[in-house]
């Protein structure tokens, strides 16, 4: 055989092998990764029901041991949690010891420590649940259901960045006042039959205070993150002005996500990612108060961006303030992980998965049957927004393959 013939030989089984790497293996990573997606998404079906259950098997930890144990930087539990009912269940039912003001932010909370030593934050019921918030859709006082809700959420997204969540009643006069310190003591009154108290905070007013049935007041309680994992706190590159008649950048240039992509941590790593997630979950629940976040500190934006504070969410079913969605349609990518799970969600999936997994929630009903309705709806609008996306810069470029090793060692 000719010198010529060889080369033109070689170039052709070249060009076979790389055709076969492109087309033939990467595709058959791809299929095993839509594949494992799959089966992460029937391992969550299957464990959506968490039964509030005291028993803790094959361990002599504690609840908060476990749930301490559970927190990595790319995670708040896992996947897998045996115990997650055993954990919730110490949240509804632990004796408070001690119950403080909630300082930090602008909404009525109270920090009580269960015992055991573990923090919750506890925030008190404002609304019925058919209560729809007007105005602005940042507009009205927290909602404590919502705080379910979204974490309930998170897990069927797959997320798992939502400390948990879960309701619990509490008899203000039994188990809160003989603990309280002095500073929420103070800020306690009586109106008509109904134990109530404003609180500490930037709009706790005296005039404004929440009010128990009686003595019983329904609230939700949220876990403390470990103290080992210490918070950091940054604007959001897509937060709003909270100003009339002044825009933020993103609102009016089409362009920003640009520059966001050049700025760090949004440069490399996940967190841009997180924040396209985050946008997406936002909508869903429809916060539009996302004005700033937290990830853990000295993470050089490796760790997640934690879902906290949601609980401006589940205001308006009516409303769907697509702006939201912004991170997305400007940047024009997602994890193909999180562009697979919502299409498992789809036609009505997501609603009869949320409404199963509050179910076994002591304040269920958590959610009236119209904001349940208004998420299968708001999923829609999402999976459209990816669709013109792709449509306008192809899938390669908008489905990102994003997928970070988790340890729980």
């Not at 361990?59 to 559970?70: C, D, F, G, V």
């Not at 632990?94 to 909404?107: E, M, N, S």
């Not at 859709?137 to 997320?159: K, M, S």
Request: proline fraction near 5%.
């Amino acid at each position: 055989m000719k010198l010529k013939q060889r080369v033109v030989l070689l170039a052709i089984l070249l060009v076979i092998f790389i055709f076969t790497k492109v087309f033939l293996i990467d595709n058959l990573d791809t299929s095993a990764a839509n594949r494992e997606d799959q089966r992460a998404f029937q391992r969550m079906l299957a464990g959506l029901r968490v039964a509030l259950d005291p028993r803790l098997e094959h361990t002599l930890q504690s609840p908060w041991e476990i749930a301490a144990q559970w927190v990595v930087p790319r995670e708040v539990y896992p996947e897998d949690t045996p115990e997650l009912g055993a954990v919730m269940h110490a949240m509804t039912t632990k004796k408070i010891v001690k119950a403080d003001v909630g300082y930090k932010g602008t909404q009525l909370k109270a920090l009580l420590i269960l015992e055991g030593g573990q923090k919750v934050v506890f925030k008190p019921k404002r609304y019925a649940r058919d209560y729809i918030v007007e105005g602005e859709p940042y507009a009205g006082y927290d909602r404590h259901n919502a705080e379910v809700a979204a974490f309930h959420l998170d897990r069927i997204l797959g997320f798992r960045r939502a400390p948990l969540v879960v309701g619990r009643f509490v008899n203000l006069r039994t188990e809160i006042k003989p603990v309280a310190t002095e500073q929420l003591l103070g800020t306690f009154m009586t109106v008509g039959n109904n134990t109530c108290f404003y609180g500490k905070c930037y709009y706790c007013r005296e005039t404004e205070p929440a009010c128990a049935d009686g003595d019983i007041m329904e609230g939700s309680v949220t876990l403390w993150l470990p103290d080992v994992w210490p918070l950091q706190k940054h604007r959001h590159p897509w937060g709003r002005t909270y100003r009339e008649g002044k825009l933020a950048r993103w609102e009016y240039d089409e362009s920003y996500c640009d520059a966001v992509k050049k700025t760090s941590p949004y440069d490399s790593g996940p967190r841009l990612l997180d924040i396209i997630d985050t946008a997406i979950f936002d909508y869903l629940i429809g916060n539009a108060d996302r004005h700033h976040y937290e990830s853990f500190q000295d993470d050089e934006g490796a760790s997640m961006l934690i879902l906290l504070d949601n609980a401006k969410s589940f205001g308006n079913p009516a409303l769907d303030e697509r702006s939201i969605l912004a991170p997305l349609y400007q940047c024009c990518i997602i994890r193909v992980s999180t562009w697979n799970r919502l299409n498992y969600l789809k036609n009505g999936v997501l609603k009869s998965a949320l409404k199963t997994a509050m179910s076994h929630d002591p304040i269920s009903p958590v959610l009236s049957d119209p904001h349940l309705d208004a998420l299968d709806q708001r999923l829609l609008s999402i999976l459209a927004t990816v669709k013109q996306c792709t449509d306008q810069f192809g899938p390669d470029v908008v489905l990102v393959e994003d997928r970070m090793t988790l340890s729980h060692l």
